[in-house]
């Protein structure tokens, strides 16, 4: 069955969703699309028109609608495979799953799930959901596989299992799996004197720094570079924290860059909830959480000693630097810090990317151009500078 992926509610997602389709979440070891494509052969994905050129949709003869936002499990699959053409999967009358051959959602025959099943629903529920998703993910890929072993100069502990891939090097680390498993990706590395506890993952020539502490609930995507104090947060890839400086409860997009002792606070002194920005309401939205770090998107940066609120959503291509603590709230493409912002041009803003993806032998395409000068485009409106 050919399965493409479908984005609701993108809005409610910005800003990580303005350069990707929601199925290029990574939640756990995976990102939403890449768990989809354990099961199914041909998955692609239904998102907005100016990213269909870097994210195309493949039509077939028949076709398999699935909820982008929503992450497989195998109660799940067995209800999404039993649908019969022209019939329409939903929970709490929310569409799940379409077996049709267009996308459409009326004059079908509605069936209810009686499934449960995890959805990205908001940008917390990347880190809410990460831990249980490590484990997840954890059991399929190594299911069956033999790990390569442990040196002798690092130690485990705990009874959950350590998994690393070919090429991944470890130097005199300690790597405790009482609570969860750890799953070190193909040429990753480890530097000497990380602590590191489970459940945890890093994905594909990814690097903890010498010295860092990672804590569970933790996910490194591919080729990011990794120091200091991490705690229950996901890098979605090519971002880099290389020094000192707590990142917890969090959230970083692509070629992000945090600048040496870079802080995040992620408990308000006040212990009261944390709201953030939330571009679809257009006002700060409770999140029903104690503990909320840093939302950012990706191509941002920000310098040495940068300080961030509780709850800070930063959008796309932005740069921050200055003393203090700057706004909770970044718009795209916004240069400055607590002293105020200007408006990151574009043709600035894109020299960087090309110069930071040639970096990591990638080409800046002409797509990414692209979706970044929409980004700008939508998000022109926040930027009253």
Known sequence: MNVILFDTDRENLYPLSLTRPISHFRVGILTIKEKWELYYKSVSVLTEDYLTEKFPCKI?????????????????????NSLRKGEVLKKFSEVIAINNHEFITENLDEIESNSS??????????????????????????????????????????????????????????????NGPVYIGKEAEIMEGCFIRGPFAMSNNSVLKIMSRIYEGTTLGPYCKVGGEVNNSVFFGYSSKVHEGYLGNSVIGEWCNLGADTNTSNLKNNYEEVKIWNYK?????????????????????????????????????????????????????????????????TNKA????????????????????????????????????
């Open 350 to 385: 894109f020299e960087v990317a090309k110069v930071v993806m040639n970096r990591r032998d990638l080409e800046f395409t002409d797509s990414d151009k692209k979706i970044l000068k929409k980004v700008f485009e939508l998000t022109s409106k926040y930027r009253n500078y």
């Open 60 to 80: 077939k003869k028949e076709n398999l609608w699935i909820n982008a936002s929503v992450i497989p499990n195998d109660d799940l699959l067995t209800e999404i």
């Open 281 to 345: 309401t257009e006002r700060f939205k409770k999140t029903g959480l104690q503990f909320c770090g840093l939302i950012m998107s990706d191509h941002s940066k920000c310098g040495i000693n940068t300080m961030f609120n509780t709850g800070t959503v930063v959008g796309v291509s932005a740069n921050i630097f200055g003393s203090g603590f700057p706004r909770n709230f970044i718009p795209s493409y916004s240069w400055g810090g607590c002293s105020g912002f200007t408006t990151y041009k």
């Open 117 to 178: 099943f995890k959805k990205v629903d908001n940008l917390w529920d990347i880190f809410t959901l990460n831990s249980d998703e490590i484990n997840s993910d954890f059991d399929i890929l190594t299911k069956g596989r033999k790990s390569q072993k442990l040196g002798e100069s690092s130690m485990k502990i705990g009874n959950f299992p350590l998994f690393i891939e070919k090429g991944a090097k470890i130097q005199s680390s300690f790597i405790n799996c009482t």
